[in-house]
């Protein structure tokens, strides 16, 4: 009988090596620490608020292997598993996420397994997890013939990020899943917040303004940024502007003037919202995108 061969990426190309510029602004990093791998968790939250950002910064600080799940509707058993794969005359099984995660784990004592937006597994695909993200730390792969169990000395963090089911293309957690996870809830930040942001992640340098000092004008036009972002998001708009979407206003502003980058924020919305934006625009900046 011909040995079944079994084939996966190594350890090391995940751990990444990039320098990501990140302010811990809701204060998640010292949870993370006081976890130490040892608590499946969820953060939920809306859009573009750096709950990937948050993980991957953390897991790079302390040169972890971090293992992700791009989630969506049509993730099937072998996306997660993994599959034979035909290689000339042979056909190996190449492991899926959740298989290699266990093995990389087993032999560097330590990884992180990211679902990134776990709400649009469906609830078959999310039924899947149940064994690896609860006591039992195993996963049965008839397959290949192998049961795949951490060691009891190793550790693999489980954790995931979701937005609110209000999104499209999602679905509700079983609450099988629910009841293996902490889950965290995140809003947006504050505009003071958002400023600290913004200035970390631009390269901005902290220079104290003396009382009574107007802003410089590059603080001004952030500012303003913030505020129609702000705004944006407590009216009931189909889409709202995220610290993501402020970030691309403002390297879009340095790139091709503010006018431009405001009307290609403005293709975000549509209808009534987006004579709503170009409104606050006009009455914010000055500017008038109906040209």
């Given amino acids: 009988m011909e040995k079944l061969s079994i084939e996966r990426l190594a350890a090391d190309d995940f751990i990444s090596k990039q320098d990501l510029k990140y302010k811990d602004v809701f204060k998640l990093h010292p949870l993370f620490d006081k976890f130490n791998l040892n608590a499946n968790l969820i953060l939920v939250g809306p859009?573009?608020?750096?709950k990937t950002l948050s993980i991957a910064s953390w897991v790079n600080k302390n040169g972890y292997p971090l293992v992700t799940v791009d989630c969506s509707e049509d993730i099937r058993r072998v996306h997660l598993m993994g599959m034979f794969t035909l290689r000339g005359d042979y056909s190996p099984f190449v492991l899926g996420p959740i298989p290699t995660a266990i093995q990389i784990a087993n032999e560097v004592g330590h990884c992180v397994l990211c679902f990134e937006e776990i709400n649009a597994l469906?609830?078959?695909a999310q039924k899947m997890l149940n064994s690896i993200a609860d006591h039992r730390r195993r996963i049965d792969l008839p397959e290949c013939q192998r049961v795949f169990?951490?060691?009891?000395?190793?550790?693999?963090?489980?954790?995931?990020?979701m937005n609110e089911n209000v999104y499209g293309g999602v679905y509700s957690l079983n609450e099988d899943l629910k009841s293996r996870f902490r889950m965290l809830p995140l809003t947006y930040p504050s505009v003071a917040e958002e400023k600290v942001i913004l200035k970390v992640v631009l390269g901005i340098s902290e220079k104290t303004r003396k009382k009574g000092q107007a802003p410089s004008p590059k603080d001004a036009v952030i500012n303003k940024i913030i505020t129609l972002a702000h705004e944006t998001r407590q009216k009931n708009l189909a889409y709202s502007l995220s610290p993501r979407d402020v970030i691309q206003i403002v390297?879009?502003?340095?790139?091709?003037?503010?006018e431009a980058a405001l009307r290609l924020s403005s293709g975000k919305f549509e209808g009534q919202d987006r004579d709503y934006y170009k409104t606050r625009?006009?009455?914010?900046?000055?500017?008038?995108?109906?040209?």
Avoid: N, P
């Fill in 251 to 258: 390297h879009d502003s340095d790139s091709c003037g503010l």
């Fill in 47 to 50: 859009k573009g608020i750096a």
């Fill in 281 to 291: 625009v006009t009455s914010i900046f000055g500017i008038g995108l109906d040209k």
């Fill in 122 to 124: 469906t609830h078959a």
């Fill in 149 to 161: 169990r951490l060691d009891s000395k190793a550790k693999l963090w489980l954790c995931g990020t």
